[in-house]
């Protein structure tokens, strides 16, 4: 059913613009698309949802990189370095999810609670388990998350343990295939879940592997998601094994094509980029998680002034923080510190001058910098994207409180720095209310 929501809109239409839009009204077509926007004093017309002064609305949150099955470690077991926590706590519990009771059971509760942060549009790794990734993408149906769920391939025997990995390449690329037409075939999938192919990453998959995963997504016109250039560790084993970086060597197995999705890719080189901006595959950045386990910063800034899309991740559970909104914090604080270095004791040669973003670039990345990344029509309110959007309490009661005579711009950054499922009373993905708050419904007029 077509509705009407008025409110003022704060957005970001490029990586350094922040918009305005106050007072509009949004008329939502009944596929859930935004048929148009217009200044809300110039009608007299009855609106469905009247967000008034004290609620805000901006574009829904695109989370570019989440393992779904690490959602019970959420927050602990980051001590390691990463071939260790993938060994020691990862592996044991993605193997879990061969039980579907259990894999149910922790979608039925992480699906609704990012909706609740914020987080319209989610890029899932799952387990090597087809069942399980299957339920994954009708959870995402049933509570109307936007998603694109990937069956996990890795069958390395050197880099997977045998209790938990697929049975050769042949084996791999078949069980792959088998889901994603399983997720294209479900009901009330189209328009809002899709799969993606998804080698764990290099060191987990034979070269076999790798090459079928790429024929695999050519044939089926399906993305591509994986991990790249993620550690010193990861980044040396993927030189050695193939006498490439990561980004040449996916290259080599067909697996870097227009919105692939690299997550990390801390170690890029000039190289590196020139291939991704060439191709239109791009970084799900993931600055949280980046922090425990890539033993370098992500540059944003440096990725951006190449031409590459990047998007932005929480890593869950290699990022211990599933808020999107918190991993903006992040981004901005970690460019901050690739800027000026950290060690006081060097003086001269401490940072990276031109890396720092601030909150308007962060969010950009959490939304229309996502978008990019997957080629999805949504991360900015405008006519003839989709109604993905989240309404932010700025009233009295709120932690991101809107003062009188605050600069929209302010209030804007307080959001984005500060907002969490407390404050985000309305989330919507297509059209379709997702994410309510008992403390009060939408108000209603006309
Ligand atoms: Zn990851």
Redo the contacts with the bound molecule.
């Keep these: 059913m077509a509705q009407t929501i008025r409110g003022t809109i704060l957005q970001t239409p490029s990586p350094d613009s922040f918009e305005l839009l106050s007072d509009q009204i949004l008329t939502v077509d009944d596929e859930g698309t935004i048929e148009s926007i217009v200044d809300g004093s110039r009608s007299e017309a009855d609106v469905d949802v009247e967000l008034g002064t004290e609620m805000v609305l901006l574009p829904g949150l695109i989370d570019t ?1 989440i ?1 779904a099955p690490q959602w019970p470690q959420l927050g602990t077991g980051l001590d390691l370095p990463l071939e260790k926590w993938l060994l020691d706590y990862t592996f044991p519990l993605e193997s879990r999810f061969e039980n579907l009771d259990f894999a149910e059971a922790v979608w039925s509760h992480m699906v609704p609670s990012l909706l609740r942060e914020g987080t319209t549009t989610a890029v899932y ?1 799952g387990s090597v388990h087809e069942p399980a990734t299957v339920a994954l993408a009708e959870a995402c149906v049933r509570h109307g998350q936007r998603a694109f769920v990937g069956r996990v391939a890795m069958d390395h025997p050197d880099g997977t343990p045998d209790w938990y990995r697929d049975q050769g390449a042949t084996a791999a690329v078949s069980a792959s295939q088998r889901s994603i037409e399983a997720i294209r075939t479900l009901p009330g999938a189209p328009g809002l879940v899709e799969p993606i192919v998804t080698p764990r990453f290099i060191p987990a998959c034979s070269d076999a592997a790798l090459m079928g995963l790429g024929e695999l997504a050519h044939a089926t016109e399906t993305r591509i998601q994986t ?1 790249c250039s993620e550690s010193d560790w990861e980044h040396g084993h993927v030189l050695d094994r193939c006498g490439h970086t990561d980004a040449h060597a996916l290259d080599g197995f067909g697996l870097i094509a227009d919105h692939t999705v690299l ?1 990390h890719a801390t170690h890029l080189t000039d190289d590196d980029r020139s291939l991704l901006a060439r191709t239109g595959a791009g970084v799900a950045h993931c600055p949280l998680s980046n922090s425990y386990f890539s033993n370098a910063v992500f540059s944003t800034r440096r990725a951006i002034d190449a031409g590459v899309r990047v998007g932005l991740g929480t ?1 869950i559970a ?1 990022g211990p923080e599933s808020s999107l909104l918190a991993q903006c914090q992040h981004a901005v604080t970690s460019s901050q510190m690739l800027e000026t270095g950290v060690d006081a004791t060097r003086s001269d040669d401490r940072g990276v001058g031109g890396s720092r973003i601030d909150a308007v670039t962060a969010f950009y990345l959490a939304t229309g910098g996502g978008a990019d990344l997957l080629g999805i029509n949504a991360g900015l309110l405008a006519r003839g994207r989709v109604f993905d959007a989240i309404a932010v309490d700025i009233g009295e009661q709120s932690r991101v409180r809107r003062w009188d005579g605050d600069e929209w711009a302010r209030t804007f950054e307080k959001i984005v720095r500060g907002a969490t499922a407390r404050e985000i009373r309305h989330v919507w993905v297509g059209g379709r209310l997702v994410g309510e708050h008992s403390s009060g419904p939408v108000s209603r007029r006309g």
């Design positions: 990189h393992h790794y991990h997550a890593d290699g």
